[in-house]
Nanobody, 117 residues
């Protein structure tokens, strides 16, 4: 059974940095499509950053230039480096891993990121 586990969340002051990590276990398969989503209280879950195929990345406009998504060569772990964090970045961050685009993929349990002074 595939398990997806995120780590690295926490409390940080505005302007600070955090690095989130996500790892898949319990499977021999890899995941060419990886994404980080976030959900703030009272808001819908939104895509923050994604990486697919040969390494093409996509970012939400609100995080461009501040967040960087990366992955390992085995396509089983992904990280999200978050710099210059803002209070508006406060949310639960989720990792989603897919083998094919038209699937729901596998979700982690989420990790809380709180940006506050």
């Amino acid at each position: 059974q595939v398990q997806v586990v995120e780590s690295g969340g926490g409390l940080v002051q505005p302007g600070g940095s955090l690095r989130l990590s996500c790892a898949a276990s319990g499977t021999v398969f890899n995941f060419p499509i990886m994404g980080w989503y976030r959900q703030a209280p009272g808001k819908q879950r939104e895509l923050v950053a994604g990486i697919v195929g040969g390494g093409t990345t996509k970012y939400a406009d609100s995080v461009k230039g501040r967040f960087t998504i990366s992955r390992d060569k085995a396509l089983k772990t992904t990280s999200l480096q978050m710099n210059n964090l803002e209070p508006e970045d406060t949310a639960v961050y989720y990792c989603n891993l897919k083998r094919v685009a038209d699937s729901s993929g596998y979700w982690g349990q989420g990790t809380q990121v709180t940006v506050s002074s």
